[in-house]
């Protein structure tokens, strides 16, 4: 009875911000407001997916070449991207193939539906060996704002004019246009996809953890009701505030809500039961649960947020419209976590619980359970265990020398291999490795020739291919523009190397004003940029965690123990991912944004379990000590953070049910290392630390909370 007077001497006030979300009467005003917000939001949530930009333009970094070589095009020609139909039979094209390649190429004429531009077709162009084994028909589809939607549909139409293959004669749809539409349907039902995938993994792991089927249903909801909040303010913000959305933004925001979510409900269940154990007031075991959890949950969330804000420094449109998005995503999940979760909670009772239900005066079973058995074996010698944990993780991180971070080619991009990507390999057997996306170059009129000849010189460049592509106008402003096709496959270093010695012999041309783009120009940009984005993008996240932490904490060095923690667990788990994709899932690399992406999600995230963690060392430091602290705070949070972080784990693991090596290979390395977060980093690495360097950690506030 002692222990929980004293436990309620210390609950906030009646009037405090607690009782707001939980309070008897306002708990009904706080799910009114949540359901109103729900019934006006569900419907523009749906339009999330409308408001997507997938150009070129909405990836590429905005002050690059080719970017700028993307907008002078538009004074020449439609925004167009070629569709490749390849023909091939091995042994020579027979008269029956010509003639049907030519009654094709007819039908393909008369299209004009989905921005294909039917009577802009060329072809066919047949290989230059004797007796023609391979013939290419060039078909242009409009590339406007509804491109990326119509592209499907467009390559769609042309297959079916053109038929597939039958009796010997291989039919293929490549080029850029092919495999724009391939990314397409990959793209198509990503919201759905994920968000089924997460939703189930997150069902399960609740269904294990509380092994209550009534209390997995209130966290599930409130982060539904948080995601379609988010997607309708990032819709509306992309509509009327210039916000750019993609497919791999909108995919990422319904991982991050679904997993950031339901770890800080994780966290304020397991402290409203601990409560619940001491108060039979149930409003008032949330208020104390609200009270002493929140900052630990507020922090997390705003460690989140303004690591997801540092994006917007990046040098990638995609990169950086990620930044907004993925904020927003976590800020309304903070939001509903800590409004309408802990509101539904109290209004359902303490029979949500069932069939454990916690009453006053049960045992605590964290204090008998496998974290505090473990927080015992630690304290007989940390220092050589964390000397040991640190060792094991540095040789994990070894397998860095396996990562290939140097961007992915069209061929390896998918996790099977679509119609343009064997259509791809047909055409590089017959025809220049380049043809479909050729090098773009606008220069000035005055010196084109100039400029022309240049390019006709570079090492890399087929000679004969230079020139005005069809329907191509002239520029008002007195620019000229033409096409080149490089030897190499356009997504191949080769290639890249050609555009770096094209963009040299051009940029000479005195007065010629000369741009080099396209698409093995928009790939090298991209690339610089990425480069560029890591440098810049890393150490201020670091420094925006680090700060963090300092304040709350109010101490100097755990945080710098926490940042290199994270630091290790983030090059173990690229390490074990890197051997993982060479030698399990054999890929071939790793886009260049990979490590960005992946050290972005793991400090900011995996910060969290170790924020949950510290806080409560801290707060139970304050009574006993650092040493006996850290045992009492792993004991106490240790099964709620395991909970946690296989729940985050799950979800980004969702990311590997897209058929698209990127989002697998993200998906994949996120998931490691937020197992190596929960279970080594924050149950073995940081506790034995905190145990070793004891008071000391603290500083330079006093050598323990006590004395705050």
Request: charged share 20%; glycine share 8%.
């Amino acid at each position: 009875m002692a222990d929980e007077q004293s436990t309620v001497s210390t609950a906030p006030g009646r009037r405090g911000v607690a009782w707001l979300v939980c309070g008897r009467r306002s708990k009904w005003l706080v799910l009114l407001l949540w359901l109103v917000v729900i019934v006006g939001t569900a419907p523009l949530a749906q339009k999330l997916t409308d408001a997507q930009d997938n150009d070129a333009q909405s990836w590429l970094p905005g002050s690059a070449e080719s970017t700028q070589v993307l907008d002078l095009s538009k004074d020449f020609r439609p925004e167009t991207i070629p569709a490749v139909v390849i023909y091939a039979r091995e042994g020579g094209l027979t008269v029956a193939d010509r003639a049907r390649i030519a009654k094709d190429v007819a039908q393909i004429k008369q299209l004009s539906a989905h921005g294909v531009r039917g009577t802009e077709t060329r072809g066919p162009v047949f290989d230059k060996r004797p007796g023609p084994s391979a013939a290419q028909v060039y078909v242009p589809i409009t590339m406007d704002e509804k491109g990326w939607e119509r592209i499907a549909p467009a390559v769609d139409s042309i297959r079916d004019r053109s038929g597939t293959s039958a009796d010997g004669l291989r039919i293929h749809i490549t080029g850029p246009g092919g495999t724009s539409a391939d990314f397409s349907e990959a793209f198509d039902g990503i919201d759905s996809t994920l968000l089924f995938s997460a939703l189930g993994i997150v069902v399960v792991i609740l269904l294990c953890t509380y092994r209550s089927p009534s209390l997995l249903l209130v966290p599930v909801l409130s982060v539904v009701a948080a995601l379609f909040t988010a997607q309708a303010l990032i819709y509306l913000l992309a509509q009327h505030a210039g916000l750019t959305v993609n497919g791999q933004s909108a995919g990422i925001l319904t991982v991050l809500v679904f997993g950031a979510g339901t770890d800080y409900a994780l966290l304020l269940v397991a402290r409203y039961r601990e409560e619940l154990r001491r108060h039979e007031d149930r409003h008032e075991a949330m208020a104390l649960a609200l009270h002493r959890a929140g900052p630990a949950v507020l922090a997390s969330g705003a460690t989140v947020v303004l690591s997801m804000l540092v994006l917007l420094t990046a040098d990638m449109n995609s990169t950086r419209g990620l930044g907004p998005v993925a904020a927003i995503g976590v800020a309304v999940a903070l939001l509903a976590m800590l409004t309408l979760f802990p509101a539904l909670l109290v209004i359902f009772g303490r029979w949500l619980f069932w069939p454990v239900v916690p009453h006053v005066g049960s045992p605590e079973p964290t204090e008998r359970g496998v974290w505090a058995r473990t927080g015992r074996r630690i304290a007989r010698r940390p220092r050589l265990v964390w000397i040991a944990t640190a060792a094991a993780l540095a040789l994990l991180s070894l397998g860095l020398i396996q990562l290939k971070a140097e961007g992915i080619g069209n061929a390896d991009s998918f996790t099977d291999k679509p119609d343009s990507i064997v259509g791809q390999e047909i055409s590089a057997e017959y025809f220049p490795a380049g043809t479909g996306d050729p090098l773009v170059i606008v220069a000035n009129q005055a010196q084109g020739e100039q400029v022309r000849r240049a390019v006709a010189t570079t090492k890399g460049v087929v000679r004969g291919s230079i020139g005005v592509p069809p329907n191509t106008r002239p520029a008002a402003d007195g620019r000229v523009l033409f096409e080149a096709t490089t030897t190499a496959p356009s997504d191949s270093q080769a290639a890249k190397d050609t555009v770096d010695r094209v963009r040299a012999a051009v940029h000479k041309v005195d007065s010629a004003d000369a741009k080099v783009g396209g698409g093995s120009a928009a790939l090298l940009d991209m690339e610089r940029a990425t480069t560029h984005d890591n440098k810049l993008v890393i150490p201020l996240v670091l420094v925006v965690v680090l700060l963090i932490l300092c304040l709350l904490l109010r101490a100097l060095v755990a945080p710098l123990l926490l940042i290199a923690t994270v630091v290790l667990s983030f090059a173990a788990a690229l390490g074990i991912s890197a051997l993982a994709f060479r030698h399990l899932f054999d890929y071939a690399g790793e886009s260049t944004d990979f490590p960005l992406f992946v050290f972005v999600f793991l400090v900011a995230l995996g910060i969290d379990y170790n924020i949950f963690l510290t806080t409560r060392i801290r707060e139970e430091a304050a009574r006993q000590g650092t040493r006996t602290g850290a045992l009492t705070g792993l004991a106490a949070t240790g099964a709620v953070i395991t909970s946690a972080g296989l729940v985050l784990a799950g979800t980004f693991a969702a990311l590997g049910t897209l058929p698209m090596v990127a989002f697998a290979e993200l998906g994949f390395a996120v998931a490691v290392g937020v197992l190596l977060d929960t279970f080594i980093v924050r149950s073995i690495l940081v506790t034995s630390l905190f145990l070793d360097v004891g008071d000391k950690v603290w500083w330079p506030s006093r050598s323990s909370p006590a004395g705050d």
